[in-house]
């Protein structure tokens, strides 16, 4: 299958200032890109193209800097990306590594970070998951606790929600969801990373609300990385991968070292059908 992914968000800013993003389909699926039209980055005041540069950053996420212009910018994408169409893989006999045995690569997931308090949530973690099977199995539970505890709430969501402010406010959106999965699991000793990216309702009833960028997480199990998701907990068919990082703190989709204000957020993630054409763009 096809899908069409994009984007148009404006920010407003009273002085130029410089920024970082991180909004693009990640490096691995540029094989799968179908049509690429280059992303543009336009001034708000004069129209004019603004310079960016692009750098992968420690995880291999493809970042673009920039100096953002007094006034503010439009950041615009429109692409097709072809996908197998399969739901997400999983293998119920995917085995827990010891921590001594995993690659020195993937180690760092399973410490403590910005959102991530594993020390603090590790006593709950081994109540809650010490008995049930390890591997494949325990991060199936891990989600299915975090999906129950958890209410989706666009209008309750805030970007300092730590896990463990998840947990006992009970609240959240989908990042919240994902950092108190990861948490636990880090917990148990099962290596976790947080991806953000493009998920649209392909396979699944429409959500009327607007799209948004989603957040789920890799867990390393067997000498592999697999995709769970405790907010939606079942497999899904079309996730573009954007980024992945320790938590949301490692891959902003947007990060201006100085004040902005956000003035329009426009996501696109459908599939591809007979009647649509390729070359379609978000409304101006």
């Not at 789920?216 to 000498?223: K, M, R, V």
Request: proline share 7%.
């Amino acid at each position: 299958m096809e899908i069409r992914v994009g984007y148009r968000i404006e920010i407003a800013t009273v002085q130029p200032v410089s920024c970082m993003t991180l909004l693009d389909p990640h490096p691995s699926r540029d094989g799968d890109i179908v049509s690429l039209p280059k992303p543009q980055v336009t001034s708000l005041r004069s129209g004019s193209y603004v310079p960016v540069r692009e750098y992968s950053d420690g995880f291999g996420n493809r970042c673009r800097r920039l100096i953002v212009p007094a006034g503010g910018v439009l950041f615009a994408n429109d692409m097709i990306i072809r996908d197998s169409g399969k739901p997400d893989d999983w293998d119920k006999e995917a085995a827990e590594i010891l921590p001594d045995e995993l690659p020195s690569d993937v180690i760092e997931y399973l410490l403590s970070s910005r959102y991530c308090e594993v020390d603090e949530l590790s006593p709950i973690a081994w109540n809650l998951f010490g008995t049930y099977a390890p591997g494949w199995n325990r991060v199936q539970q891990i989600c299915n606790y975090v999906n129950a505890q958890i209410r989706f709430d666009y209008q309750s969501a805030r970007n300092t929600r730590t896990a463990v402010q998840a947990l006992n406010e009970r609240v959240g959106v989908c990042r919240d969801f994902t950092h108190l999965a990861i948490t636990l699991c880090r917990a148990m000793n099962i290596p976790a990373r947080y991806c953000n990216g493009f998920l649209g309702d392909i396979g699944v009833p429409p959500d009327p609300a607007p799209m948004d960028y989603n957040a789920w997480f890799e867990a390393y199990l067997g000498g592999n990385w697999y995709v769970f998701d405790a907010r939606h907990n079942v497999p899904r068919i079309g996730r573009i991968l954007v980024a992945r990082g320790r938590d949301a703190a490692d891959i902003p989709m947007i990060h201006t070292f100085g004040p902005h204000m956000l003035k329009r957020f426009e996501i696109v993630t459908e599939e591809v059908v007979a009647t649509q054409v390729r070359t379609g763009a978000l409304p101006a």
